[in-house]
């Protein structure tokens, strides 16, 4: 994962990726560090810091204490060598000619570095970036200092991926940067110009960027933009106009971006709905999917990871239930390496906020080699998945910082329920009244969540109760368990509360044997026809000690026999209760993680982009 910025221009380089690099932390926080080509002395100068990036602010007295305009930076998610200032980026040469800042995996850094170590060079970290910064240092000088040729020579012989800034200490003021399967933009204003991992890194400097593709080079100076090919021959880019707000990447007022993005979801729900809709019918002629396609299409599947898998999960009982349409769903690790036999009438659904994970991505490449046809769900405008797909449906989600995702699951969810009734309309499984219907009811769904919102203190005084809980288990049927899915993920990922998520008819297969006295069970119970069943379960771990906790709608008043403690969400079509029950398990996740005293927004040992498999 990692995240890096650069910058080239008139302004003094440090505090500008010290700025840029803190809108990235969410792509990992172990260690930061800056590279800053100091003019005077005419040398590069490396700070390093363990731990967050606040360590590298207070060493470098905010970035005042590098002087410069000219520099790249990093904050790190470790993969080689435990996080430690050694480890951390900007790495360099011996002779500190080459420094080099990384995002990604150089799978053969054993062999380069063997091959390296052959040639008399020495290595002080565990890092494979230390290994490619000393291979590019190798060709600079046997290229006579030709940037280019070292680079291309260099990166050609490395496998795996990389997002790479690069300052040579002959090159005053200027910054190369290379990429291969790790996010990375370029972006100018009249002052500069900047390298990033993402866009938020430069967002509040400018909003015109360009997308490196892979297997692409990029020269900046402080005069201009130059792009390459890996052969070194020069191409032309197209740059892009970002239309976010860059408001909408701060905390607003809001102690921890989660919660800040749990508000947004009324919004992010209705601008998504609005950008599928002309004229009171769902449009999806932008996306470039037509209704001939549609209608002899045979299987759907669904790839992707955590939560946008539980999307895909929802996905299947949606879709199965208003089409004649199969769909399979599958971890994106999974199916890349399963050789999944695809027939030909078939539409791969690829699911992902970020548009960078690294095993959706890969599925989507072996989907698209077997020449079958791709949809990407994806929040990140120009990102790899939403390039690389032959279809994309973007999800109006805006920038979504905390680690923990909410707000794009949510638009994931509506761009699920459009598909789901496009096609059953021009399959003639769902009649136009129908569709008209679920519109309708679709519309009212972010009044539905804003009124679940403000229910919020009362959640929050049920997670102090349970914060210093041990286990806890999450059951449900049908759609229910779709939800408990992602219910489960939320709770363990931001509280480090250990937690499962079972279909309820299943705990008595097992599990109901961890099952103590006082062990929170929360029964998710939307789906008329399952919910009393899933009350049945609920009954029966009850009676072995269990306390439980119910969300089921209102009016189901009953439950309150039985339930300890019920939370109700307004009454909606049954196909899309995911986008009510889930507000309230995501506002317990975040209350137990509070009040556990864990870094909401940046838990531990996670990355918001997972761009290594
Ligand atoms: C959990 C979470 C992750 C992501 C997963 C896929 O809160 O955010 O499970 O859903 O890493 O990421 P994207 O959607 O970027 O492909």
Redesign the pocket.
């Known amino acids: 994962m990692c995240g890096i910025v650069g910058y080239t221009g008139d302004e003094s380089a440090a505090p500008i990726i010290l700025e840029g690099l803190s809108k990235l932390e969410y792509r990992g926080y172990d260690s930061a560090g800056m590279a800053v080509f100091n003019d005077k002395i005419q040398k590069i100068e490396i700070v390093k810091e363990k731990g967050r990036l606040q360590g590298l602010i207070e060493k470098t007295n905010a970035g005042n204490a590098m002087m410069g305009c000219c520099g790249i930076g990093h904050t790190r998610w470790a993969t080689h060598g435990i996080p430690s200032q050694k480890n951390a980026h900007p790495h360099f040469s011996d002779d500190k000619m080459v420094v080099a800042v990384h995002n990604g995996i150089i799978e053969n850094f054993h062999e380069l570095k063997e091959y390296l170590q052959n040639k008399g060079y020495e290595f002080y970290s565990e890092t494979d970036t230390e290994t490619v910064t000393k291979l590019i240092d190798y060709y600079y000088k046997k290229t006579e200092h030709n940037p280019l040729e070292s680079l291309s020579k260099a990166l050609i012989r490395v496998r795996g991926s990389y997002a790479l800034g690069i300052m040579f200490s002959d090159r005053p003021g200027v910054i190369y940067a290379a990429r291969k399967d790790s996010p990375l933009i370029v972006g100018k204003n009249d002052g500069g110009k900047f390298i990033a991992s993402d866009v938020p890194a430069i967002l509040s400097r400018t909003r015109n960027v360009y997308y490196i593709d892979n297997m692409e080079m990029v020269e900046l100076s402080g005069e201009e933009i130059k792009f390459y090919n890996i052969d070194g021959e020069e191409i032309t880019k197209e740059q892009v106009t970002i239309n976010w707000d860059a408001q909408s990447a701060e905390k607003g007022g809001y102690e921890h971006f989660m919660m800040k993005e749990i508000h947004e979801q009324p919004k992010v729900v209705k601008d998504t709905l609005q950008a599928f809709l002309k004229d009171g019918q769902i449009d999806l002629k932008d996306v470039g999917l037509n209704e001939e396609m549609m209608k002899s299409l045979k299987k759907l599947y669904i790839i ?5 898998y539980h999307v895909g999960v929802t996905a299947k009982y949606v879709i199965e239930d208003l089409t004649d349409v199969m769909v399979e769903v599958d971890l994106a690790s999974e199916f890349r390496y399963r050789d999944p036999k695809i027939p030909e009438d078939s539409l791969v659904v690829i699911i ?3 548009g960078e ?1 690294a095993d ?1 991505l890969a599925a989507l490449r072996m989907v698209k080699e077997k020449e079958i046809n791709t949809l990407g769900i994806v929040n990140v405008v120009g990102s790899s998945i939403a390039r690389e797909a032959d279809y994309t449906m973007y999800t109006i989600a805006g920038p979504e910082i905390a680690v ?2 909410t707000k ?1 699951y949510s638009a994931q969810l509506i761009c699920i329920y459009l598909l789901a009734i496009y096609m059953g309309r021009v399959k003639g499984s769902l009649e136009e009244k129908v569709c008209q219907d679920m519109l309708q009811e679709m519309m009212t769904l972010p009044d539905k969540i804003e009124k679940i919102l403000t229910d919020k203190d009362r959640i929050q005084w049920f997670a102090n109760k349970f914060a210093s809980a041990k286990d806890m288990f999450f059951i449900g049927r049908g759609l229910d368990y779709a939800i408990c899915l992602e219910g489960s ?2 709770m363990k ?1 931001i509280s480090y509360v250990h937690s499962e998520a079972y279909a309820a008819g299943e705990l008595k297969h097992g599990t109901i044997s961890l099952i103590e006295d006082g062990t929170l069970v929360v029964g998710l119970m939307t789906q008329t026809s399952l919910g009393e069943k899933t009350l049945s379960n609920m009954v029966e771990v009850k009676s072995r000690g269990a306390y439980l906790m119910g969300v089921t709608e209102y009016g189901n008043y009953n439950i309150e026999n039985t339930v300890n403690f019920v939370v109700y969400v307004p009454k909606t079509d049954a196909h899309f209760t995911s986008s009510l029950a889930i507000i309230p398990l995501q506002l317990l996740g975040y209350y137990i993680s509070v009040a556990r005293g864990v870094d909401v927004d940046k838990p531990r040992n996670l990355a918001k ?2 761009t290594v498999e």
Do not use: F, H, I, P
């Not at 992707?304 to 946008?308: I, P, V």
């Open positions: 992707a990871c955590g939560s946008a992902s906020q970020s994970t959706s923990a995702t794009a993920l939320k990922e982009s997972v």
